[in-house]
């Protein structure tokens, strides 16, 4: 008996709590304390490219997406890109009489790191670009709303990329005096950094598939290489503040990870461990977990598959040694982007021969018909699955401070967007709810701010909270109904009946 718990507890896949289900339904019903605690912290997020514009002002330099939308426009849903965008470069006014009037704690924005580097190396520096990042952060905070900053935000310098960028271990220094620039010029005011948004979505379309930017295709090996120098950059930042800037500005570094949460119908919580590892275990396992390193399930099919390739080591990169102990603990937090939840099951057969992320997952992933569909084809309202995923990183991670920095909606723009309002209320709740369940959650941001350029889906899937005259070139925002919404919740600290 003791025998079989151990295994089990080495399988780590008690951490998936007996639980809720999804109900289909697109609510949750609340337990344990109705409010949210007074410090708890609500806010809105963006990232430079999608909102900016002035893609070459003031010195700016190009990034991958400028590169790629301006000679790939086919690429792009709309053959839209983000040369004007909302133009926050040029109507920081406007955005911030917006934020004031939604009343937020927080505003989760990026910078560009080309307006800084406008050829990625420290030998480019843009005063200008400083100057503009200053005045945001100095308006924000005048008004009472912190600043959380993404360092990275898939917008890589392009000259970065011609030396390989993220598949080349040089990147590691490039961003640690990048971070370094960022640090000084910004820490006496920015509390909140984070070095990375979303790696996975970055690294397995721009260096796996090749679908987004840079377009290297080099799937099962590229984007595990690009994962693997995006951690060992995190790190290496991380202990850059940690020595060089923490007695001083007190502040404090994580990293945004996303991951969707996964059910079993079959009630298979070692297949819903396993997503989880792939999914978000991944980063998360290295730098959260006790023990660092890869997630053991990943690093063992891996090899697996790798050899039987005819391989003689593994495609997944070691993370042993020097790089493993670095990594392991460099999140003073661990930043959330949860949109949704997929069922999995075991697929029936492997996928093919040729490596991939897809095959070496090996996971078939469903959605229930009757689950309230957004415009995004990939995004289902299922709020169970955000207090699933909060227990489950409670569990899992030492309960770190979580602190969650995208979670939205996407329709096609409407001003009444009642099933955003919806949406949100759930899961609103369902984070209340995971705090009452003792998940150490600090903070909370919706996707997005303000309607923005949406990667290849260009300006189609529309998820802000205000929507913004595209038409006109003072790029007015207006509220939606969900500003409103989400006022009230900030406001009162509850959710209310509507
Ligand atoms: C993920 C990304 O961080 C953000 O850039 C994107 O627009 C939203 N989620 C919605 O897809």
């Avoid at 003031?58 to 790939?72: Q, R, V």
């Avoid at 909370?444 to 300006?459: A, K, L």
Wanted: net charge negative.
């Amino acid at each position: 008996m003791w025998i079989l718990i151990l295994i089990i507890n080495v399988a780590g896949f008690l951490n998936i709590a007996e639980g809720i289900g999804p109900s289909g339904n697109c609510t949750l019903l609340p337990k344990g304390e109705r409010s949210f605690p007074q410090n708890f912290s609500f806010g809105v997020s963006t990232s430079a490219y999608q909102i900016e514009g002035s893609w070459n002002a003031d010195g700016k330099g190009p990034s991958i997406w400028d590169e790629f939308c301006h000679n790939h426009p086919d690429n792009i849903l709309d053959r839209t890109n983000g040369d004007i965008a909302a133009n926050s470069y040029r109507r920081f006014d406007l955005d911030l009489e917006a934020l004031r009037d939604l009343k937020v704690n927080h505003y989760r924005f990026s910078i560009s790191w080309t307006r800084i580097y406008p050829s990625g190396d420290i030998s480019s520096k843009n005063q200008k670009g400083i100057d503009y990042y200053n005045n945001v952060i100095n308006q924000l905070i005048a008004n009472g709303i912190q600043p959380m900053v993404t360092m990275f935000h898939y917008d890589l310098p392009i000259e970065l990329q011609k030396l390989g960028g993220l598949t080349n271990e040089l990147f590691i220094d490039q961003f640690v005096t990048y971070a370094d620039e960022l640090f000084k010029n910004f820490g006496d005011r920015v509390k909140t950094w984070i070095t990375f948004n979303e790696p996975v979505r970055f690294c397995k379309p721009g260096y796996g598939t090749g679908r987004d930017p840079p377009q290297i295709k080099a799937s099962g090996i590229g984007d595990y290489l690009c994962i693997a120098n995006i951690l060992k950059s995190h790190a290496a930042a991380y202990h850059l503040y940690r020595s060089k800037y923490f007695d001083e500005q007190h502040g404090k570094v994580g990293i945004s990870l996303d991951t969707s949460y996964f059910f079993s119908k079959s009630n298979d919580n070692e297949l819903v461990y396993r997503s989880l590892q792939y999914n978000l275990g991944i980063l998360a396992h290295p730098i959260y977990s006790k023990s660092g390193g890869f997630p053991e399930v990943m690093v063992k099919e891996i090899e697996r598959n790798s050899l039987q390739e005819g391989r003689l080591k593994s495609r997944l990169p070691s993370l042993e040694g020097k790089w493993k102990d670095l990594i392991r603990g460099s999140g003073d937090f661990l930043a959330l982007n949860h949109y949704t939840s997929k069922y999995v099951e075991r697929s029936p057969q492997p996928l093919g021969d040729n490596p991939s992320m897809q095959r070496d997952y090996d996971t078939i992933e469903t959605v229930d018909e009757n689950w309230l569909q957004a415009h995004s084809y990939w995004l289902n309202c299922v709020p169970e699955g955000m207090e699933m995923l909060l227990n489950f990183i409670r569990d899992e991670y030492n309960n770190i401070e979580v602190i969650i920095t995208e979670n939205g909606w996407s329709d096609s723009g409407e001003i009444e967007d009642n099933n955003r309002i919806v949406y949100l209320k759930s899961y609103i709740q369902a984070v209340l709810n995971a705090i009452n369940d003792g998940c150490n959650v600090t903070a909370y941001s919706v996707w997005s701010f303000i309607d923005n350029f949406e990667w290849i889906q260009g300006y189609t899937d529309k998820f802000g909270l205000y929507s913004v005259n595209m038409i006109s070139p003072e790029r007015q925002r207006s509220p939606k109904k969900s500003a409103r919404f989400y006022r009230q919740i900030i406001e009162t600290r509850k959710i209310p009946n509507v």
